[in-house]
C-alpha cells in the first residue's frame, strides 16, 4: 500500500495512492482532523511521534484520545510501554509497529525483529538510517526474507529503496505531499509518474545507474519511459556507490535480482577488473562488462575518417572514446590533464572528457573545429559556450548520453 505522508492538511483526491498518513507530531494544530478523517475516502493512518515538547505520559492519553475516532490504521513504535501496546493492539484497529533508527543500519535486525513479533500486527516497519548503498540492500533483503516486514530506507544513500518496496514485500510504503516527512522520501507523483509504483511487483526486472554523483543524470527518466513503451515489467533506479562499496554491493545486488546496471563516474575502470573502462553491467555468470562510451560519442559526432581528434582528459571515458576513434580511422591524440596547456593547433575535432567546466583556455578552441562536451547536465557547458562564441560546430553532452542509453536498452530487453 502506498500512503501519502503529509505534515498539514492538503486535498489528496486526485493522486493514485492508497491511504494517508497524517504525520500528527508534525501538525501545527490538531483541530481538523475528525473532519478529515469524516471526508477522505481513503484509509488513514495516524502517526504520533515522541517529541522533546510532550511527555510519554501525555503522548499516551492523547494517542488514547485518537484511538476513538477509529483511524483504519495506527503506527506505534514497538518500544513503548507493553502494557500500553497490549491495550493499542486489543482496540481492533490494524497496528503498524515500527522501529526507527536514527543513526545506522544495524547489521543484526534480527533480535528487533524477534521482539516486534510477539505482537500480531498488520505489518513490521523497520526503518533505519542508512550511510551506504550496502545498508540499504541488506535492509531491503531483510524485507523480502521476512513476509510482513516493511523496509524503510532512511537517508540519501538508500533513497532508491523507496521505490523497491513493492518488489521485497512491503506492505507499506510512504510518499510526500508538500514537505518530507523524513529524509530520502520521494513524491507520490515521483513514485507514480517516473517509476510506475502501483504496477511493481516481485517479478519486476531490477535496474540501475551506480557511482557518485548520480543525481545530474536523467537515465530513470529514460530507462522506465522505455521499458513502459515495450510493455516490460521493470524498473531503473538510481544509487550512489563508491568504490569501497563494490565487493559487498555485487554480492547483495545479485541476491537482491539486479539484471544490469549504467556505471558512472568514478567506478568505470573499478567496477569489473581488468576489462577496462565499463559502463553497462549484465549480471550473468561471469559478470558481463562493456562500454558504449565510445560508440555513443563518435556517433553524436558522425564521420571521423581521417580526422585529427584531440580528446581533453585520459580516464575511462577518454579511453574508450580513443579505442573507438582509432577503430574508425581518426587520428586521436589524448591529452592528460597535466598537458592541458599543450593542445594543439592542427585538430578537426575536440572533446573534453574530463568534468570540469572549462578544461583549456578559450584561446585553444579553434574555430570552425567540431567541439563536443561529454558532460550533460548542463547542456550549455562554459566549454561549449566558448566553442560557440568561435564558431565551432557543437555537439552536445546529451546526444552521447541518448545513444548510449538506446545501446543499454537494447541490450537488458534482450535479457529480461
Known amino acids: 500500500m502506498l500512503f501519502a505522508s503529509i505534515s498539514d492538511y492538503h486535498d489528496l483526491k486526485s493522486l493514485s495512492i492508497d491511504g494517508i498518513e497524517l504525520r500528527l507530531d508534525l501538525f501545527a494544530h490538531l483541530d481538523s482532523i475528525e473532519q478529515y478523517l469524516t471526508e477522505s475516502q481513503l484509509p488513514i493512518m495516524f502517526t504520533l511521534r515522541r517529541t522533546s515538547t510532550r511527555s510519554e505520559a501525555d503522548r499516551e492519553s492523547l494517542i488514547q484520545y485518537l484511538f476513538t475516532l477509529r483511524p483504519a490504521f495506527f503506527d506505534l513504535e514497538y518500544d513503548m510501554r507493553p502494557e500500553f501496546l497490549q491495550w493499542a493492539f486489543s482496540q481492533g484497529i490494524a497496528i503498524v509497529l515500527s522501529y526507527h533508527n536514527s543513526e545506522e543500519t544495524p547489521l543484526d535486525l534480527e533480535p528487533i525483529f524477534l521482539t516486534m513479533s510477539r505482537y500480531s500486527a498488520f505489518s513490521y516497519k523497520i526503518a533505519t538510517t542508512t550511510h551506504s548503498v550496502n545498508d540499504a540492500l541488506r535492509l531491503l533483503l531483510f524485507a523480502k526474507r521476512h513476509p510482513n516486514v516493511s523496509a524503510i530506507c532512511m537517508g540519501e544513500r538508500g533513497s532508491f529503496g523507496r521505490v523497491l518496496g513493492p518488489i521485497v514485500g512491503n506492505k507499506i510504503d510512504y510518499g510526500h505531499v508538500g514537505v518530507p516527512t523524513a529524509s530520502g522520501q520521494f513524491s507520490i507523483d515521483e513514485l507514480n509518474a517516473v517509476y510506475r509504483y502501483q504496477n511493481l511487483n516481485s517479478k519486476t526486472a531490477l535496474f540501475g545507474l551506480i557511482g557518485n554523483p548520480v543525481v545530474q543524470s536523467p537515465g530513470h527518466h529514460y530507462h522506465n519511459d522505455e521499458f513502459e513503451k515495450h510493455g516490460l515489467d521493470a524498473v531503473y533506479v538510481k544509487m550512489i556507490v563508491e568504490e569501497k562499496d563494490l565487493n559487498e554491493f555485487f554480492r547483495l545486488a545479485k541476491e537482491l535480482g539486479f539484471r544490469g546496471l549504467s556505471v558512472t563516474m568514478p567506478l568505470k575502470e573499478k567496477v569489473i577488473p581488468n576489462l577496462g573502462s565499463v559502463n553497462t553491467i549484465l549480471f550473468e555468470e561471469p559478470l558481463f562488462g562493456t562500454s558504449f562510451d565510445g560508440s555513443a560519442a563518435m556517433d553524436a559526432i558522425g564521420d571521423i575518417s581521417n580526422k585529427k581528434i584531440i580528446l581533453l582528459g585520459s580516464g575511462g571515458a577518454a579511453h574508450a572514446v580513443e579505442l573507438e576513434a582509432k ?90
Open 327 to 416: 577503430k574508425r580511422g581518426a587520428d586521436v591524440r589524448v591529452l592528460k590533464r597535466t598537458s592541458l596547456n599543450e593542445v594543439p593547433s592542427d585538430y578537426d575535432i575536440l572533446i573534453n572528457c574530463t568534468p570540469a567546466s572549462m578544461p583549456i583556455d578559450p584561446q585553444a578552441i579553434l574555430a570552425r573545429a567540431t567541439v563536443m562536451d561529454m558532460v550533460y547536465a548542463p547542456r550549455e557547458t562554459p566549454f561549449l559556450k566558448a566553442a560557440a562564441a568561435r564558431g565551432c560546430r557543437i555537439v552536445y553532452g546529451d546526444e552521447m548520453f541518448k545513444n548510449q542509453a538506446e545501446a543499454q536498452s537494447e541490450l537488458w530487453r534482450a535479457n529480461i
